[in-house]
C-alpha cells in the first residue's frame, strides 16, 4: 500500500504562486512514478503533470507548461509543484497520484482556489 498526503494549497491572488507538497509513505517512493491531477468543480479531474522515477522526465498538459513545475525528493518521499503565475481557471482541487507495484494510488487532495 502507499498512503498520499498532500499539503500547500490555499487561496492565492491571479499571479501569485503556490507550492504543493505530495508526501508518500508504504512503499519504496523511488519505484514511483508520481504524478499531479486536478479536478474543478463540475469537471472531471484532468492529468497536470508527471515525473518518471529518478525525475529525470518531465511531462505537462499544455495548459500549465511554462507556468507549473513538478519535481521530486526521494530522500524525503516527496513530489513537489510550483505553480507560478496562477490563473482563475487553474482553481480546483489538485490530487497526487502514484503508480507501481501494478497500482495506482491517490491523494485525498488540497484545493487551490486563485481569485481575480
Known amino acids: 500500500q502507499v498512503q498520499l498526503v498532500e499539503s500547500g494549497g490555499g487561496l492565492v491572488q491571479a499571479g501569485g504562486s503556490l507550492r504543493l507538497s505530495c508526501a508518500a509513505s508504504?512503499?519504496?517512493?523511488?519505484?514511483?512514478?508520481m504524478g499531479w491531477f486536478r479536478q474543478a468543480p463540475g469537471k472531471e479531474r484532468e492529468f497536470v503533470a508527471t515525473?518518471?522515477?529518478?525525475?529525470?522526465?518531465?511531462d505537462y498538459a499544455d495548459s500549465v507548461k511554462g507556468r507549473f513545475t513538478i519535481s521530486r525528493d526521494n530522500a524525503k518521499n516527496t513530489v513537489y509543484l510550483q505553480m507560478n503565475s496562477l490563473k482563475p481557471e487553474d482553481t480546483a482541487d489538485y490530487y497526487c497520484?502514484?503508480?507501481?507495484?501494478?497500482?495506482?494510488?491517490w491523494g485525498k487532495g488540497t484545493p487551490v482556489t486563485v481569485s481575480l
Open positions: 508504504g512503499r519504496t517512493f523511488s519505484r514511483l512514478i
Open positions: 497520484r502514484a503508480t507501481g507495484f501494478g497500482r495506482q494510488y
Open positions: 515525473i518518471t522515477r529518478s525525475g529525470g522526465r518531465t
